[in-house]
């Protein structure tokens, strides 16, 4: 079955940078976007980018364009998220999150990763 | 970016009541409307898609309508494991946006 695994999280100061990781397993990872998906304590859900299945398109919110790059190696069945200038206001779970249609982004998100914490502290 | 709306924020339910969750777009998505399921510590669950498609593996007792604008999360006969926080999400428009959660709470 789909398994997403995240690793990367921890404490990190403002303004410095981390890298987030998604390993994928149990699909034929090439075929699918992918997205992420972060929750601040006790806050809701918000998405925060995806990236096409080819790696050839990308598309982030606004809270974070210009400061997060999402990336994939289809070779290796990984997803990255690339968090640059980090802000208090990012400290959250971050999921990495699988849709349930190939190809297109425009599916629902059938698969989740169980999440890793980023803490953004000095 | 097209905002979601969700009524109530919370609810307190006794078991066995009916529950229903309303979630309002800022502009028509059509029926590019799906709904979450997270309960405390865990990642969230796809309940339904596509304003009223059901998942497979999902009890009966969840079921959806709407289009449009206007969206409707039903739980018929509300059972303890039901307790989690429900999310509406579009994917019609980029950036992809979710409602801001409606906590169910058992009595």
New interface residues.
Partial sequence: QVQLVESGGGVVQPGRSLRLSCAASGFTFSDYGM?WVRQAPGK????VA?IWYDGRHE????SVKGRFTISRDNSKNTVYLQMSSLRAEDTAVY?CAS??GKFG??????S????TLVTVSS | EIVLTQSPDFQSVTPKEKVTITCRASQSIGSSLHWYQQKPGQSPKLLIKYASQSISGVPSRFSGSGSGTDFTLTINSLETEDAATYYCHQCSSLPWTFGQGTKVEIK
């Avoid at chain 1, 982004?105 to 059938?110: E, L, N, S, Y």
């Fill in positions: 997205h809701g859900l918000e998405w995806v598309y982030y919110a606004d999921y849709p349930e982004v425009a599916h629902p998100i059938d989740w990763g169980q999440g």
